[in-house]
């Protein structure tokens, strides 16, 4: 007989079907510890029988700012918007339901570490006046690697 092991709400969805751990089942996890961070939930219990908060993310946002907005953690309103968006936008890469579509664990690294510049800064040192609670800037897209 096989068991899972793990943590619901963090086990990719691979995982699940296969019994199968690699790198990007944890590239998944940190993912959902990411989306964690971002909204203040939970990973499962808070969305409804079956729910998770991968599922629900998506659901609630659709790839647009407003949604996204809408789900942040309200400690992070006096976050800069851009940088709460990255983060957003990367554990969404990090959660994709089909491992190919993961980044790997140095992509992650590369992608932590390069935060980007504000859309709003004139100087280019990354300093920003817009945040979460003003937002003002427009939905950047998804970040590519």
């Not at 961070?37 to 990973?43: A, D, S, Y």
């Not at 729910?51 to 659709?62: A, E, F, H, S």
């Not at 936008?89 to 690294?109: F, I, K, N, P, S």
Request: glycine content about 8%; hydrophobic content about 40%; overall charge negative.
């Amino acid at each position: 007989m096989s068991a899972i092991a793990g943590s619901y709400g963090y086990i990719a969805p691979e995982y699940a079907y296969t019994l199968k751990v690699e790198e990007k089942s944890d590239v998944y996890s940190f993912g959902v510890n990411l989306l964690e961070l971002v909204t203040g939930r939970k990973p499962v219990g808070e969305f409804g029988d079956g729910v998770d908060i991968v599922q629900w993310v998506r659901k609630m946002t659709d790839g647009n700012m407003e949604g996204v907005v809408q789900i942040l953690d309200p400690r992070l309103l006096t976050v800069p918007i851009h940088e709460v968006m990255h983060l957003f936008y990367v554990g969404m890469l990090w959660v994709e339901e089909q491992a190919v579509e993961r980044l790997t664990m140095r992509e992650v690294v590369q992608m932590l570490t390069e935060l980007p510049k504000s859309p709003n800064s004139k100087s280019g040192d990354g300093d920003s006046t817009a945040t979460v609670a003003a937002t003002t800037v427009d939905l950047p897209p998804s970040p590519v690697v």
